[in-house]
Nanobody
Framework: VQLVESGGGLAQPGGSLRLACAAS????????MSWYRQAPGNERELVAG????????SYADSVKGRFTISRDNAVNTVYLQLNSPRPVDTAVYYC???????????????WGQGTQVTVSS
C-alpha cells in the first residue's frame, strides 16, 4: 500500500490550492479515504473524508464550506481543494486509509508522507 501526496506549497490567504494523493497497492475504489493535517505543536486532526464511491463526504467544522474533498477512482487519486485558506490552515497534510494490506488480512492504517501547506501573504 502506498499513498503519495503532492500539490502542497505556499498559498495566499483567500487564494486556492489543490492537494492530490495517488494511491496504489489496494482496491482504491472500495476504500474510504481521508485527509488529516498536523500543525507544529498540535495533534494530527481529521480534515475531510470521502466514501468509496465518492457520494458521501464529511468535513471538520473548521474547513466546512472552504475545502472540498473529491476522488477519481479511474486514476486512484483523492483530492483536497483548499479555497480561501487562512494562516491557521498552515500544516502538513496527510492522506490516510485503513485497508487490508493483503487479501484475507485484517485492516491496517496507512499514511502518506505528507505535504506542507503554508498560508501566508
Amino acid at each position: 500500500v502506498q499513498l503519495v501526496e503532492s500539490g502542497g506549497g505556499l498559498a495566499q490567504p483567500g487564494g486556492s490550492l489543490r492537494l492530490a494523493c495517488a494511491a496504489s497497492g489496494f482496491t482504491f475504489s472500495a476504500a474510504y479515504m481521508s485527509w488529516y493535517r498536523q500543525a507544529p505543536g498540535n495533534e494530527r486532526e481529521l480534515v475531510a473524508g470521502i466514501t468509496a464511491g465518492g457520494g458521501g463526504t464529511s468535513y471538520a467544522d473548521s474547513v466546512k464550506g472552504r475545502f472540498t474533498i473529491s476522488r477519481d477512482n479511474a486514476v486512484n487519486t483523492v483530492y483536497l481543494q483548499l479555497n480561501s485558506p487562512r494562516p491557521v490552515d498552515t500544516a502538513v497534510y496527510y492522506c490516510f486509509t485503513r485497508v487490508p494490506p493483503a487479501p484475507g488480512w485484517g485492516v491496517a492504517d496507512f499514511w502518506g508522507q505528507g505535504t506542507q501547506v503554508t498560508v501566508s501573504s
